[in-house]
């Protein structure tokens, strides 16, 4: 918890409280006293985090509580839109790669772990696909 609260005091030092305060329309100093890591009487509440968070852009609060519950924040990679036609049928293509994936591994009845290998690698394709397709739907 110490961690977080860390990342919190640092946020708003680092993005000026007088500026981050405003934007969330309560005092500097109110602000300041909220997320002081040494003082108990006062702290933020959910919205005022968010608030926090979306104003300065920062993510080291979101990195803290990833790391608090065992997790790791990593950034997506940008998805570049295509023509249309193009995404959706590449989009197409991919899914039928998950059903081939999968009917073949049903044949015998099992399931390998080299063939759960190959759909899961299928179905990140798949996903793959369709982000570039929202991006090309977005874009179009």
């Known amino acids: ?30 602000l300041l006293n909220r997320c002081n890591p040494n003082d108990d009487t006062h ?3 959910v919205e005022q985090l968010l608030q926090i968070m979306l104003h300065s852009q920062d993510k080291r609060i979101l990195a803290a509580l990833a790391h608090e519950f065992g997790f790791e924040l990593v950034a997506k990679q940008p998805v ?14 991919e899914i039928a790669d998950v059903t081939k994936a999968v009917v073949e591994a049903l044949e015998d009845g099992h399931v390998s772990q080299h063939e759960k290998q190959q759909i899961k690698r299928h179905v990140g394709e798949a996903k793959a696909a369709m982000e570039v397709l929202l991006e090309s739907v977005k874009a179009a």
């Open 80 to 93: 570049k839109s295509t023509a249309l036609q193009s995404a959706v049928l590449h989009m197409h293509n």
């Open 1 to 30: 918890m110490e961690e977080i609260h860390r990342a919190i005091h640092e946020t708003v030092l680092d993005a000026g409280p007088k500026q981050l305060a405003h934007a969330m329309g309560m005092s500097h100093t109110s």
């Open 43 to 45: 702290r933020l509440n």
